[in-house]
């Protein structure tokens, strides 16, 4: 089966380039688009798509607000894939908190972008860990520290769970991480499971940013 994707932007030009890319490759399927993120949900809920490439900025709905209506009223929701112009954005960084799976620059050539949809299509985070950083350092201290310290403090990770946490944070896939502590791979993904659950995250993006803002990790 096709990855299928549904693609919101304002910009009928970065539909055209991104379904153009999209559709070039024989297991991803574009389905439908729209222009503004007030048509997300009807879509998403007639269309089923594997995942949302999301424009950040639009008129009517903006994409952090258009993704938290998706995960908060859509059941099973779609992977979102943010799509921007400029990565260094707290727009961006507002996204991922809300619950983007990553985020996709419209200036990347066809292989990113394909890679990108094929990354978020099989449940991993699309993480770019110096972007993430700087964006962390910039605008994870606005109010959102405290409450994140508490989570990070319930959750009473094992040394092992905050070891692999703190890898995490520096962009390392389970493979990676597996190398780096000399276990198996399965038992990273039991690990990685684990931190999930404890901290109450969607994925990888999710806990990552908690351990930014928690200060558990240092952006720098």
Not at 75 to 100: M, N
Not at 175 to 184: C, K, N, S, T
Request: proline share 5%; glycine share 6%; aromatic share 4%.
């Amino acid at each position: 089966m096709p990855v299928t994707v549904l693609l919101v932007d304002d910009e009928p030009l970065v539909r055209t380039g991104l379904r153009a890319v999209l559709e070039a490759q024989p297991d991803i399927e574009v389905v439908g688009e729209a222009a503004d993120g007030a048509a997300v949900i009807p879509l998403v809920r007639r269309l089923r798509p594997d995942v949302v490439a999301m424009d950040v900025r639009m008129p009517l709905l903006d994409g952090i607000e258009a993704t938290r209506a998706v995960l908060r009223t859509v059941a099973d929701p779609p992977k979102i894939l943010v799509v921007t112009t400029f990565e260094e954005d707290e727009y961006v960084y507002e996204a991922l908190r809300a619950g983007a799976d990553g985020f996709l620059l419209k200036r990347a050539r066809p292989a990113e972008i394909v890679n990108a949809v094929r990354t978020v299509a099989e449940g991993e985070s699309l993480l770019f860990p110096a972007s993430l950083r700087q964006l962390a350092a910039r605008f994870g201290d606005r109010g959102g520290n405290r409450p994140a310290r508490a989570v990070l403090e319930r959750a009473r990770l094992t040394e092992r769970e905050a070891e692999v946490l703190r890898l995490m944070a520096r962009g390392l896939a389970n493979a990676e991480i597996a190398a780096r502590l000399v276990v198996g791979t399965e038992t990273v993904k039991s690990h990685v499971s684990a931190v999930l659950a404890k901290l109450g995250a969607r994925d990888r993006t999710q806990a990552v940013i908690a351990a930014y803002e928690s200060g558990f990790v240092a952006p720098g």
